[in-house]
Every structure is written in C-alpha cells, then in structure tokens.
C-alpha cells in the first residue's frame, strides 16, 4: 500500500499562519478602539477574546496524517509519532463545519494524546452528507464498522 496523505497541504497554514494573523489583527484593532475610546471597543475585545477562543479550540490542535502500510503517520510540526491502525477506535467526522474536521479515537495515549484532529484534503462533492474518504480508508485500515443511527 503506497503512503495517502489524509491531511490538506494547508495544515500548516490553518494551524499557525491564519489563527496568528486573524489573533493579532484583531487584538491591534481592538487596542487601537480601546486607545480612541470607541464606544464599541468592549464589544470589539469580546469578539476577540471569543474568536481567540473559538480558534484555539479548532486551528491549533491540527495535525499532519499520512496514512501508510501499518498505521498512521501524525505531525504537529515539530515532532512525528506513528500510531497502528489497530491502536484507532473510531473515526468521526464534523461534517457541519467547512472545514470537516476529522477526528480520530486511539485506545491508548499516544505523544498528541488519544485524540487527534485533523483537516482532511479538499474533494469537491455534492454529497455533503457522505463520509470523506479520508474516514472511509481509515475505517477500512483499522477495521471499524460504520457507526450505526
């Protein structure tokens, strides 16, 4: 089996760049409203202390996932782990977000933990509501069933 990488090529940028610019761009703004004494400077620091939130929450916990012969390769950037296929539980994936997260379950703690999070390559569909085949092939390589409804 060749090596599949699941991961979009814009991790890296999804991970660090744009979290960073959209952080500091916001966090200026919003000094500069709070240093003219804009009445809505309160509200603009909400937004960014939430948007901070928001992306801490989604960017920065990506990795890198190629998927080869005998498990998965995971990168934050700095440091490389692979994680067997039989070390996964299960493979979800957020399917509300643009972005369509995926997340897959390991049974035991690896060096990223036992959650990994991923954004899977961009595949223009009009089936939104299928699985990615990031989630196929990694169910397939790990031998989970379907999740049932």
């Not at 004494?37 to 939430?50: I, Q, R």
């Not at 039989?86 to 509300?96: A, G, H, R």
């Not at 990994?116 to 961009?122: L, T």
Request: glycine share 6%; aromatic share 12%; net charge positive.
């Amino acid at each position: 089996m060749p090596a599949v990488r699941l991961s979009s090529r814009l991790t890296f940028l999804y991970k660090f760049i744009f979290p960073t610019v959209w952080i500091l761009g916001f966090a200026g703004g919003t000094l500069a409203m709070l240093r003219s004494g804009e009445p809505m400077a309160a509200g603009f620091a909400v937004a960014t202390l939430a948007g901070t939130l928001f992306l801490s929450a989604t960017c920065f916990p990506l990795k890198s996932v190629i998927a080869v012969q005998d498990g998965i390769v995971v990168s934050n950037f700095v440091r490389q782990v692979k994680v067997p296929y039989d070390e996964i539980v299960s493979v979800n994936e957020n399917k509300w977000l643009n972005t369509r997260d995926i997340t897959i379950w390991l049974r035991s703690n690896s060096a990223f933990g036992q959650r990994i999070r991923f954004q899977p390559y961009s595949e223009f569909t009009l089936r939104f509501w299928r699985d990615h085949p990031s989630v196929a092939l990694l169910r397939e390589r790990a031998g989970i069933a379907l999740p049932t409804i």
